[in-house]
């Protein structure tokens, strides 16, 4: 059930710089750029949510218009992930989610906006290998979610809900249809942090696409219309690290498993998110970890899958890690 899957994600939890590098024979930009789209496409019947996203927001996801001589709070809100199932436990590992909140001074309403998978974490971090399908199938989106209130309990009890900034009405009603340009372009969630060590110098591969993510890049367009940050709140996120070599360059779907595709490569990427696929049972989950292990501590292999298309990561030391890494606010 939900325990199942929350151990499962917990396991395998715990299991930037741009330079250019010569990879493949040509120029490699690094970290690789988040591939932006014209629309959101339509999601696929197959991929099915445990929990309705964003039940409490609007449905053709719009907000509210602020007048212009409002003055807008804005909150920094962070809690445990799935603290309204598991409370503050994986805050002990230091995995966050995290929101903004808004308070208009002339109502006196507050607001909440965050950014999450659609098909909660698993379906966004590894595929469903389907019947008579050769290739891998993503149930991978992720989107703003905009509604009424601050659930004070939610953030306070086990998280974070403190001020960090103040703008006008003009700024907000300026953020919002940026989010809506953000969203319609920004439509998949990307779990991993790739980067070449711990060292904090080191080069980053690929960067994280999350709840994190769409909070730091609101904040960075606030300060660009001119809101005023309380620096002296310190910030810090949940990154989830892949420790690897440079990353060698697979192909698409179409190149690695359709007709004239590589057999042998198709084979192996299937066999190793075989270990990762869901609804397993607590058997196949401990025979899976461990056949995992291997992989990643002795084999040093991990298939990775980004912008739709597959890359080879050489993983190094420490492997896999969890870091809160402190990000300051814009000033």
């Known amino acids: 059930g ?34 932006r789209f ?23 996801g ?21 603290e309204f199932k598991y409370g ?28 999450y998978e659609l098909f909660q974490l698993g379906n966004c971090t590894f595929p469903h290998l389907r019947p008579n399908m050769e290739e891998p199938f993503w149930c991978n989106q992720g989107a703003a979610c905009f509604y009424e209130g601050i659930d004070d309990d939610h953030w306070k009890s086990n998280g974070t809900l403190v001020p960090v900034a103040s703008m006008s009405g003009v700024m907000f009603n300026s953020m919002a249809k940026w ?29 994280s696409y999350d709840c994190a993510s ?15 940050f309380n620096r002296k709140v310190q910030t810090n996120y949940t990154r989830l690290l892949l420790y690897s070599g440079e990353p060698a360059f697979l192909g698409n779907g179409t190149e690695i498993f359709g007709q004239h595709g590589n057999k042998s490569l198709a084979l192996d990427i299937r066999k190793f998110y075989f270990l990762l696929r869901p609804h397993q049972s607590w058997k196949e989950l401990l025979l899976s970890i461990l056949d995992i292990y291997y992989k ?19 993983l190094k030391f420490p492997y896999i890690k969890v870091v809160y890494d402190e990000i300051p606010l814009p000033s």
């Open 62 to 82: 719009s907000i509210p218009v602020m007048k212009n001589e409002d003055i807008i709070q804005v909150y920094r809100l962070q809690a445990p992930v799935w």
């Open 179 to 207: 989010i809506k340009e953000d969203n319609d372009t920004g439509i998949y969630y990307q779990t991993w942090n790739v980067r070449a060590s711990p060292e904090f110098n080191s080069s980053v591969w690929f960067d």
């Open 38 to 60: 014209e629309f959101r496409p339509k999601t696929d019947p197959y991929c099915q949510a445990k929990y309705t996203f964003c039940p409490m927001g609007n449905g053709d």
């Open 2 to 35: 939900h325990w199942r899957q929350g151990l499962r994600s917990v396991l395998l939890l715990s299991i930037a710089c741009v330079s250019l590098h010569s990879s493949n024979g040509f120029l490699q930009k690094w970290p690789v750029p988040y591939k």
């Open 296 to 314: 990643v501590a002795v084999d040093k292999n991990f298939y990775f899958f980004y912008n739709f298309e597959y890359w080879y990561l050489p």
């Open 214 to 228: 769409f909070v730091l890049r609101t904040y960075q367009k606030l300060f660009e219309l001119g809101a005023t």
């Open 88 to 115: 503050d436990l994986l805050g002990h590992f230091k995995i966050m989610h995290d929101a903004i909140g808004f308070r208009s001074s002339l109502t006196g309403k507050n607001y909440t906006a965050e950014w």
